[in-house]
């Protein structure tokens, strides 16, 4: 059974930072595509980041770019996203999510594509205010 466990969400002020992290079970974390979405209260979910673990590749949406940085580590099957800078239109609840088909990372139209990623986790909350 595929698992992903979300964590690190919070309360921060607007210029805060915080790091979430992601545990992924059940499922190889080499070549394939792991990322972080957001869905905030009345919007769609939207992409935020994607890493291709087997190459270290990263992609970013452009409202998070020079903001957040999305890493990984192997031995611990584990995702990061590293939030700074943070703004009040980054608040949301925060899910991680992962596709097998790493192939599909060449097609940047699709890097961000929420409809290719079959497994989510739960997702963490994350509020930007002062």
């Known amino acids: 059974q595929v698992q992903l466990t979300e964590s690190g969400g919070g309360s921060v002020p607007p210029g805060g930072s915080l790091t979430l992290s992601c545990v992924v079970s059940g499922h190889t974390f080499s070549e394939v595509c792991v990322g972080w979405f957001r869905q905030a209260p009345g919007k769609e979910r939207e992409g935020v980041a994607v890493?291709?673990?087997?190459?270290?590749?990263?992609y970013y949406a452009d409202s998070v770019v020079g903001r957040f940085t999305i890493s990984q580590d192997n031995a611990k099957n584990t995702l990061y996203l590293q939030m700074n800078s943070l703004k009040p239109e980054d608040s949301a609840m925060y899910y991680c999510?992962?596709?097998?088909?790493?192939?599909?990372?060449?097609?940047?139209?699709?890097?961000?594509?929420?409809?290719?990623?079959?497994?989510w986790g739960q997702g963490t909350k994350v509020t930007v205010s002062s």
């Open positions: 999510a992962l596709d097998p088909r790493s192939y599909l990372y060449d097609n940047s139209r699709r890097r961000l594509d929420r409809e290719r990623f079959g497994y």
């Open positions: 890493i291709h673990t087997g190459r270290g590749s990263t």
